[in-house]
């Protein structure tokens, strides 16, 4: 029976996993680099969403426990209906109308995460699981990705309450890097594509700049041991492996490996959303086919898809792949006999 | 040779052995009482063999060994037997401390025979915690050809100094017991694993290295890194050997010893002195005078800790072991056993109580610090939800509970012990599904019983009745068309099984000596029963048969 617990020893040599509900805050302090260059390219709507999301968390989580007649403090204490808000917010177009952070927090936080059981059991990201859902019943606003502009943009308070009329949206929107390289057509060259700048000043620049600040917020939760390596190494690299191969064979139709690195959700997924620890593989083995699996299929619904970003889907279509992850990726427990090549298993044995 | 060979996972708690390390081992004061309990080691209790009111010396047998596994008890002050109850003997010390030694026996040239009765007699356990009998440790040796001695001193646990004391002023002693020990199994080497924190301990050894003779030491420093100190994790590091799931260290030719264990053997072999005392770390932020010491066994806890300044308004709780495997003490008024290494009277703030759990986030860090390389947040999972299979196939008896993995959770999980629940669940169940399979076989026994007089009841009438028509000459009227080949078949059949039975018993018994025998003995009545029924069966049946075609 241990009577010594890491986050309550003060004296231990070594580092050690802050508790559960710190954890959270720390991912949450961890989005904040993000979230300030999103604010700085694209105005005060992304923090919107944010707030938005958050508020909405924490209300959906505390109406749905009191409906389960669980404890609501406790449960709200471990901040991760906080962080669904936040990471949920983080993904959606800046200014995104309150109803719909609405709709996509309720499939978050009630769908996804509190009917399967709450903390600990939803098999898939509740954050991904608002978004793609958002992202399939309103594309009209999803795809609404104003270009980089002044932080208070015109308009912004009638965008959140949803009042501003369906035709003025349109003339608000830019396309996203991925976007527009996605619809540029069979017959254009990438040279020819982006020889015509064929996007709103400064709009590359903006998602290179806001990719890098999550790399930077990625990076601190590795040095912290927040997240571990497995599963954002395993993805990106698989990510730049496909990518490079595709751009090789044909540079002038697929975008190079960097483009996609450093374009949409490609790092931000790899360090926020992929790393997720509930609906991820578990086992460390498991973990490295996860991340390969999302950086592969991230590439190939970006390329051959019909969207023009693809981390959601991955993310949940591996979620589906963890339960046989987890029983294939079973480590030799010491002491247990090396299976000898070629010993026939019978379905479903292992481990 | 420095230990390259590694164990995965493993966790760096703060140490905090300076405490009780800083003194010298002492005597603790003659207790004027002590309780001595009947268990004090694994197996089955001792029987007592004085009654109240007889006069002991230090060192008198007071209790027997009782069955295979089992350990003999020896007064451990001298004077007057006070009590005998169902669990434990005391006794009411007289302050003279006479005592009774064995004979010294020369380990050198005394036989093996001898120098195991002497281990029997004395009452040796092993001292680390387990206390398995020594006597029977040293006895594989019949079933086993043991290669490499190691001498467990890693003592990876916080807190307890025990080891590091025992080697600090008894170097030369506990090599002399290793290499009894080695006389006796035929080993050809001995190694000791020691943690890289016991400096003076290391020092002590390379000194006494020099004189240990026949068989070569070789001292192996290891970095500091719990659980080093599992015999696996041992093992593992020092000889990079796995020892198979479900097999002992002995089964891959190992043996291990804690250097208290050897010392106490020393003692018995040369001095002829029984296990009456050990060396117990006294330590924790509510005694003022922490340290080790020599301890009678069946001291009061409360005395012993009051001696060496317990500020009882401070105390929270006392811990018996280490803080990551050992065990809160419900009492004080508990004697000191043969078990007991280490006691921490420990403050609140020392071991703050842990934060209430949240759930599983599945982060795998618990993963990461598995000395065996279990998933313990599949296990967790399993465990509550009380799938048994699920946890088998996730080789849940492989855990070794060092409390690794509640010592990292994030969420606060008290993983051991839901791990124990479950097993002792699972133990349960296999001893209850074991004792049903027995009944059913004591059944078909009974039933095969029946038969077989049923078969001699039939022949002996049978016979009695060819004699009394032999006169008459008449023929037998056959009233049924006897199925001889039938019989011939069930005969073959009960011979084949009588055979496998045989097999089966020989083969266990030859595995595992320490297993219970009687299912398989029973089952093998079963099947000779079966045989003689058929047996008769066959040969009436045969006799009616040539009767029928001869006349």
């Known amino acids: 029976m241990s009577m010594m617990h890491a986050s309550t020893v003060k004296d231990a040599a070594a580092t050690s996993l802050p508790p559960t509900a710190n954890l959270m805050r720390w991912v949450m302090a961890a989005t904040l680099p993000g979230i300030a260059t999103m604010s700085y390219f694209f105005g005060l709507g992304v923090i919107s969403n944010v707030v938005l999301a958050a508020a909405f968390g924490i209300a959906l989580e505390a109406a749905v426990l009191r409906l389960r007649m669980r404890p609501i403090r406790i449960a709200l204490n471990d901040s991760s209906a906080l962080l669904t808000g936040v990471l949920l917010g983080a993904s959606l177009p800046p200014a995104s109308p ?154 002038s139709h697929f975008a190079s490996p960097l483009f996609h690195l450093l374009t949409g959700a490609t790092l931000f997924g790899a360090f926020f959303i992929a790393t997720d620890p509930v609906s991820a593989a578990t086992s460390r083995r498991g973990k490295l086919i996860y991340g390969a699996g999302i950086g592969a299929l991230v590439v190939i619904i970006r390329t051959f898809g019909g969207y023009p970003d693809a981390v959601a889907f991955a993310v949940l279509l591996m979620n589906l792949c963890v339960p046989l992850l987890d029983l294939y990726s079973v480590p030799r427990t010491t002491g247990q006999p090396k299976a000898a090549p070629g010993t026939p298993r019978e379905p479903g044995e292992r481990p | 040779m420095a230990s390259a060979f590694d164990f995965p996972g493993g966790i760096y708690p703060p140490e905090r052995k300076q405490r009780s390390n800083q003194s010298a081992l002492i005597e603790a004061p003659l207790p004027s009482r002590v309780t001595l309990p009947l268990q004090q080691h694994s197996g089955q209790p ?42 434990q003997i005391t006794i009411q010390g007289d302050g003279q401390d006479t005592w009774q030694r064995l004979p010294s026996l020369d380990w050198r040239v005394a036989d093996t025979a001898a120098v195991l009765e002497r281990l029997n007699e004395s009452g040796i356990v092993g001292l680390g915690g387990a206390g398995f009998p020594t006597h029977i440790k040293a006895r594989v040796v019949e079933q086993h050809a043991i290669h490499t001695l190691v001498i467990n001193a890693a003592e990876c646990e916080p807190y307890i100094t025990v080891d590091d004391l025992t080697l600090r002023h008894s170097a030369n002693e506990v090599l002399e017991g290793a290499q009894i020990i080695a006389k006796l199994c035929g080993v050809q080497q001995i190694v000791i694993g020691i943690e890289d924190n016991k400096p003076e301990a290391i020092t002590a050894l390379q000194h006494a290295l020099p004189d240990s003779q026949p068989v070569p030491v070789e001292l192996s420093v290891i970095s500091t890194r719990y659980p080093s100190g599992g015999e696996r994790q041992l093992i593992k590091k020092l000889l990079d050997i796995n020892v198979p799931s479900g097999e002992l260290p002995a089964d891959v030719g190992v043996l291990c010893h804690n250097p208290g264990t050897l010392l106490a053997i020393l003692h018995a072999v040369r001095d002829g002195q029984p296990l009456v005392s050990r060396i117990v770390t006294l330590t924790g932020e509510s005694i003022n005078q922490p340290g080790n010491r020599w301890v009678r066994l069946g001291t009061s806890v409360r005395e012993l ?101 509640s010592y990292v959770c994030p969420s606060h999980i008290p993983l051991v012990v839901d791990y124990r629940e479950a097993k002792s669940r699972i133990r349960l169940q296999r001893i209850e599904a074991a004792k049903a399979e027995h009944a059913k076989h004591r059944f078909e026994h009974r039933q095969a019983r029946l038969a077989r007089e049923e078969a001699e009841k039939q022949a002996r009438r049978q016979a009695r009745q060819a004699q009394q028509r032999r006169p008459a000459n008449i023929a037998a009227p056959s009233s049924e068309k006897v199925d001889l080949r039938g019989l011939r078949i069930a005969h073959a059949a009960a011979k084949a099984s009588v055979k496998k039975a045989e097999k089966t018993l020989a083969r266990v018994a030859q595995e595992d000596p320490k297993q219970s025998l009687d299912d398989l003995e029973m089952q093998l009545a079963t099947a000779q029963e079966n045989l003689k029924a058929a047996e008769l069966q066959l040969a009436q049946a045969r006799e009616q048969h040539s009767s029928e075609e001869s006349p």
């Open chain 2, 46 to 87: 001792a029987r007592p063999c004085v009654s109240a009111g007889d006069a002991v010396n230090v060192g008198s047998v007071i209790a027997k060994r009782e069955g295979m596994i089992s350990s003999a008890l020896h007064a451990s002050i001298s004077g007057t037997v006070s009590e005998v109850s169902a669990t």
């Open chain 1, 98 to 251: 309150w109803w719909l952070i609405g709709v996509g927090m309720v499939a978050a936080i009630v769908v996804a995460k509190q009917l399967y059981g709450g903390l600990g059991h939803n098999p898939f990201n509740p954050a991904m699981v608002g978004y793609a859902l958002l992202l399939v019943s309103f594309p009209t606003y999803m795809t609404l990705w104003a270009p980089p502009q002044e932080l208070l943009p015109n308009g912004l308070w009638a965008q959140i309450a949803g009042t501003l009329p369906t035709a003025q949206l349109d003339s608000l929107s830019g396309a996203t890097p991925l976007d527009a390289f996605k619809h540029k057509g069979e017959a254009v060259l990438a040279s020819e594509f982006w020889a015509t700048n064929p996007l709103p000043d400064g709009t590359l620049n903006a998602w290179r700049w806001v990719a890098l600040a999550w790399l930077a917020g990625g990076v601190v939760l590795l040095a912290k041991r927040i997240i571990s390596w497995h599963i954002p190494i395993t993805m990106l690299g698989s990510l730049l492996l496909l990518t490079t191969l595709f751009h090789l064979s044909d540079p």
């Open chain 2, 305 to 405: 800790l009051e001696q060496a300044g317990l500020n009882i308004a401070e105390l929270h709780q006392v811990i018996q072991g280490g803080p990551m495997m050992g065990t809160p003490l419900p009492t004080l008024d508990t004697p000191v056993t043969k078990l007991t290494n280490c006691l921490i009277a420990a403050t609140r703030e020392e071991f703050p109580p842990a934060p209430a759990e949240s759930p599983c986030i599945r982060c795998g860090e618990c993963e990461s610090v598995c000395p065996v390389a279990l998933l313990p947040q599949q296990l967790h999972w399993y465990a509550r939800a009380q799938e048994d299979t699920k946890l088998e196939r996730y080789h849940l008896f492989d855990c070794i509970e060092c409390g690794a993995c």
